[in-house]
């Protein structure tokens, strides 16, 4: 059994003529211990999919199960990283991490929390900054603070929406690494969501684009057949490299094109009539100044 799957699923905001579809017939089969990236433009519906799969959003139509069961909420089963962080600012570094443990196991001793709040730290090069609060620190960060929030709380599976795309070079590829080796130790199943194709391919198993929107779905999978540990470096001088990376970005290119023809519009423009039959411009502009004075 596939430890998550969705089985036509549709999402859409708004009432009659207000109302976009976002996404339509969704289908996705995950394994347990697989790490999978979808890739697609911003606005195509990515952070709606995740949001779903979280327990954040209900479909409005098909199912989404987690291991066989359907998803009616949030779980502690599924772990979240947020693009936008969302951490307590009056709470340092092992206060909010220590919040998800204490929430996650209540049961458990007050020295128990503290040492597994300390091994997520730890596990995110962040000891030294224990004691300081977002405010103090920099954007990568407060993305690893959120990175070992969700670890913290042992979840079967992480879902990653774009946590590093507002990172600068150097940051988002330290972060990449830690992120990787973290699964690779423990193969918790991941699901990152990405507009970056070269991240989808240094980091996945498979990558799957998501359509345009609206009515966004997603299209045909690409395995990367590339041996682990991938290096980036390296990886400019790899073919099967080169020959994923070209199909998977002249995939997204043709979608592109092909939703800018269908958008392509030739407008007639209505007839415009003067206000004022018989009067020049210029004479209505002076008559207009008289009234002034």
Excluded: C
């Excluded at 433009?41 to 952070?47: H, V, Y």
């Excluded at 519009?265 to 004075?293: A, C, S």
């Amino acid at each position: 059994m596939a430890l998550l799957e969705l089985h036509n699923v549709s999402k859409g905001f708004g009432e009659g003529k207000y109302r976009t579809e976002v996404l339509k017939n969704i289908n996705l089969s995950m394994e347990e211990g697989e790490f999978l990236a979808i890739v697609g433009f911003t606005g195509s519906g990515k952070t709606t999919l995740i949001k779903m799969i979280s327990g954040l959003l209900s479909p409005d139509e098909g199912e989404i199960l987690f291991r066989g069961n359907p998803v009616t909420g949030t779980s502690h089963e599924r772990g979240v990283v947020f693009q936008n962080y969302s951490l307590l600012p009056w709470f340092t570094v092992y206060e909010n991490v220590a919040l998800a443990v204490n929430e996650r196991y209540p049961d458990w001793t007050k020295e128990t929390k503290d040492i597994h709040t300390r091994k997520y730290i730890e596990m995110v090069n962040l000891t030294p900054a224990l004691n300081k609060r977002p405010a103090e620190l920099s954007g990568g960060m407060r993305q690893r603070v959120s990175v070992a929030r969700a670890l913290a709380m042992n979840p079967e599976m992480l879902l990653m929406d774009e946590p590093l795309s507002a990172l600068d070079a150097l940051t988002r590829g330290t972060l990449q690494q830690e992120i990787i080796n973290i699964w690779t130790k423990d193969k918790r199943t991941a699901l990152l969501i990405t507009n970056d194709v070269d991240e989808g391919i240094l980091m996945a198993d498979r990558i799957i684009p998501l359509t345009t929107g609206p009515n966004a779905t997603l299209g045909p999978e690409f395995r990367i057949d590339i041996e682990r540990p991938r290096d980036k470096t390296e990886l400019n001088d790899n073919e099967e490299y080169k020959k994923t990376r070209n199909d998977i970005i002249e995939y997204l290119m043709d979608m592109g094109a092909e939703v800018k023809t269908k958008k392509t519009t030739n407008y007639r423009l209505p007839e415009l009539k003067p206000i004022m039959p018989g009067k020049t411009f210029r004479k209505r502009k002076e008559e207009d100044k008289l009234k002034y004075f």
